[in-house]
């Protein structure tokens, strides 16, 4: 499983599911409940989804680093929840129903633009990059058709009959449920998850009627659970991820009024237990970053000499579910992540002691000192991959194409094609060509790059041990930039290979000596 394409296997495992409820084939069954507990429990990020890149980690419980533009595909979860709801036909546990309302709330609702109705491909959690819708006109996939089915079926998996004609309320959605079998009309309002009160009623009933009904005891509820009935308080044995039942004798007009408070908590990274996502009841909160470049040692951090988050992660008087954090200097508000597009977000945030955070803080700064100086050098950036920078850069090419990854766009080109582009030199004598790269890069990726026509370097790229983005530099000979305001700078790929991913360049002036 690890390593293998997640959206190849998952639909196999609901025809599993599915067998198993024709043929009674335990094997089939096996098959299906093993897959959910190992997907939910080793492979799936805060808010339900898996996958980075269409594929699952190459190992169980690492997941810190496969963050990226493209984790948690959109398709995934919607066989999941067509996974989760066959298992829980089979076997009706709270757990099902619990990770169907964390999909929901915080993978579903957030992968749709609620301006246009436009939706998502993949919902990154790498922390600076932001959704990226598809449009009217292009940009269709596969989560394009999924989407659209994914938002007309809130209404589903609300309510479950059981075996000896109880009813399971699942999800807290405003809803009217007719079970004509039995006569009966229930009736949800809630303003949920804005609002921590669930009211039903019984609002058609001929005859009084015996029968069990089991509301979900969510497994975030730390705080408790508060159930009236007409009015009534009643006691409560059930713990957080079980169910709350009340049987009794129903009547036309009865009310059950739920009150689960919310609070703040953390989930942190299987394997980085100070990478952590903030959440509020059922709800995974995201930082607003704004709409500019951000570099990664600008996104806040938090660090952690509270270890109560009501210390410094205050509620909005006036919003609901809308918090300001403030920690080491700066402010960043919070918002449940189905209400942040449009700008730069982070999910997960990195915690630090006020020692550890004393030793970053120094290398952020001394990063911080090295761009300052090589930007009083630079003659010229050229981003690769953003529409504009190409367009004033005088981009062309032949078989290239363009992506991103945490945050950053890349150019290539393919099958010995090729891109180039202009650089401004300002007159200068001296001067290097600074080209950054993946560091998961590797085989089948070798280039020459040229200026003017001229060739200065033939590169093949390696896969590094850090898998980030790093830099290279290429001189460029005096005699190219005589008398010259532009250069032309071209990647082009050997035969049958790839030139890049070039994930932008920079032309800068040597030091002098």
Same mark, same amino acid.
């Given at each position: 499983? =690890?390593?293998?394409? =997640? $959206?190849?296997?998952?639909?196999?495992?609901?025809?599993?599911?599915?067998?198993?409820?024709?043929?009674?084939?335990?094997?089939?069954?096996?098959?299906? $409940?093993?897959?959910?507990? /190992?997907?939910?429990?080793?492979?799936?990020?805060?808010? %339900? %989804?898996?996958? &980075?890149?269409?594929?699952?980690?190459?190992?169980?419980?690492?997941?810190?680093?496969?963050?990226?533009?493209?984790?948690?595909?959109?398709?995934?979860?919607?066989?999941?929840?067509?996974?989760?709801?066959?298992?829980?036909?089979?076997?009706?546990?709270?757990?099902?129903?619990?990770?169907?309302?964390?999909?929901?709330?915080?993978?579903?609702?957030?992968?749709? @633009?609620?301006?246009?109705?436009?939706?998502?491909?993949?919902?990154?959690?790498?922390?600076?990059?932001?959704?990226?819708?598809?449009?009217?006109?292009?940009?269709?996939?596969?989560?394009?058709?999924?989407?659209?089915?994914?938002?007309?079926?809130? *209404?589903?998996?609300?309510?479950?009959?059981?075996?000896? *004609?109880?009813?399971?309320?699942?999800?807290?959605?405003?809803?009217?449920?007719?079970?004509?079998?039995?006569?009966?009309?229930?009736?949800? &309002?809630?303003?949920?998850?804005?609002? #921590?009160?669930? $009211?039903?009623?019984?609002?058609?009933?001929?005859?009084?009627?015996?029968?069990?009904?089991?509301?979900?005891?969510?497994?975030?509820?730390?705080? %408790?659970?508060?159930?009236?009935?007409?009015?009534?308080?009643?006691?409560?044995?059930?713990?957080?991820?079980?169910?709350?039942?009340?049987?009794?004798?129903?009547?036309?007009?009865?009310?059950?009024?739920?009150?689960?408070? !919310?609070?703040?908590?953390?989930?942190?990274?299987?394997? @980085?237990?100070?990478?952590?996502?903030?959440?509020?009841?059922?709800?995974?909160?995201?930082?607003?970053?704004? /709409?500019?470049?951000?570099?990664?040692?600008?996104?806040?951090?938090?660090?952690?000499?509270? +270890?109560?988050? @009501?210390?410094?992660?205050?509620?909005?008087?006036?919003?609901?579910?809308?918090?300001?954090?403030?920690?080491?200097? #700066?402010?960043? !508000?919070?918002?449940?992540?189905? #209400?942040?597009?449009?700008?730069?977000?982070?999910?997960?945030?990195?915690?630090?002691?006020? &020692?550890?955070?004393?030793?970053?803080?120094?290398?952020?700064?001394?990063?911080?000192?090295?761009?300052?100086?090589?930007?009083?050098?630079?003659?010229?950036?050229?981003?690769?991959?953003?529409?504009?920078?190409?367009? &004033?850069?005088?981009?062309?090419?032949?078989?290239?194409?363009?992506? *991103?990854?945490?945050?950053?766009?890349?150019?290539? =080109?393919?099958?010995?094609?090729?891109?180039?582009?202009?650089? +401004?030199?300002?007159?200068?004598?001296?001067?290097?060509?600074?080209?950054?790269?993946?560091?998961?890069?590797?085989?089948?990726?070798?280039?020459?790059?040229?200026?003017?026509?001229?060739?200065?370097?033939?590169?093949?790229?390696?896969?590094?041990? =850090?898998?980030?983005?790093?830099?290279? $530099?290429?001189?460029?000979?005096?005699?190219?930039? @005589? *008398?010259?305001?532009?250069?032309?700078?071209?990647?082009?790929?050997?035969?049958?290979?790839?030139?890049?991913?070039?994930?932008?360049?920079?032309?800068?002036?040597?030091?002098?000596?």
């Amino acid at each position: 499983m =690890a390593g293998v394409h =997640a $959206n190849t296997q998952i639909p196999k495992i609901i025809g599993c599911a599915r067998q198993y409820e024709l043929t009674g084939n335990q094997s089939d069954y096996t098959i299906a $409940n093993f897959f959910w507990n /190992t997907v939910v429990g080793h492979y799936s990020y805060v808010i %339900g %989804g898996n996958s &980075d890149h269409e594929r699952f980690s190459n190992e169980p419980d690492h997941l810190s680093k496969t963050l990226s533009e493209n984790t948690t595909e959109t398709c995934n979860s919607y066989n999941m929840l067509k996974l989760t709801s066959h298992l829980f036909k089979l076997n009706a546990r709270a757990a099902y129903a619990d990770y169907y309302e964390r999909v929901l709330y915080n993978h579903i609702l957030a992968s749709q @633009n609620p301006e246009n109705g436009m939706v998502l491909y993949y919902l990154p959690l790498a922390s600076g990059t932001e959704k990226k819708f598809g449009t009217r006109d292009s940009s269709f996939w596969c989560c394009t058709g999924t989407g659209m089915e994914n938002h007309s079926k809130y *209404g589903m998996d609300i309510y479950y009959k059981d075996n000896l *004609g109880g009813l399971f309320v699942n999800l807290f959605i405003p809803s009217v449920l007719t079970w004509k079998e039995k006569g009966i009309t229930w009736q949800m &309002d809630t303003k949920y998850p804005e609002d #921590k009160v669930i $009211n039903l009623s019984v609002k058609q009933l001929a005859h009084a009627l015996q029968m069990p009904l089991h509301i979900r005891y969510p497994k975030w509820a730390f705080d %408790g659970a508060f159930i009236t009935v007409n009015g009534k308080a009643i006691s409560i044995a059930a713990k957080p991820g079980t169910y709350i039942t009340i049987n009794r004798k129903w009547h036309k007009g009865d009310h059950v009024q739920i009150t689960y408070p !919310m609070s703040l908590y953390t989930e942190s990274m299987p394997d @980085n237990a100070n990478q952590k996502a903030v959440l509020y009841g059922p709800l995974v909160l995201s930082g607003e970053l704004g /709409t500019g470049q951000i570099w990664q040692r600008d996104i806040p951090v938090f660090v952690s000499a509270k +270890a109560n988050l @009501n210390d410094w992660i205050k509620p909005d008087d006036k919003q609901p579910n809308l918090f300001y954090a403030s920690n080491n200097g #700066k402010k960043v !508000m919070l918002e449940p992540l189905y #209400k942040v597009y449009n700008q730069k977000q982070a999910v997960y945030w990195d915690f630090f002691t006020a &020692d550890e955070w004393k030793l970053k803080e120094q290398q952020f700064e001394a990063e911080r000192k090295a761009e300052e100086e090589l930007n009083a050098r630079t003659l010229d950036v050229m981003r690769l991959g953003e529409m504009q920078p190409e367009r &004033d850069h005088s981009l062309k090419g032949e078989q290239t194409n363009t992506g *991103g990854v945490n945050g950053m766009r890349w150019r290539d =080109a393919t099958n010995g094609g090729w891109f180039s582009f202009t650089m +401004a030199t300002k007159g200068a004598q001296a001067a290097q060509l600074q080209c950054n790269y993946l560091g998961t890069d590797g085989e089948g990726r070798e280039f020459e790059i040229l200026v003017d026509g001229q060739k200065i370097a033939t590169e093949k790229l390696s896969v590094k041990t =850090a898998p980030g983005i790093y830099a290279l $530099n290429y001189a460029i000979p005096a005699g190219l930039l @005589n *008398g010259k305001q532009y250069i032309t700078v071209k990647f082009q790929a050997l035969p049958g290979k790839t030139a890049g991913g070039v994930f932008g360049c920079r032309l800068y002036k040597q030091k002098s000596l």
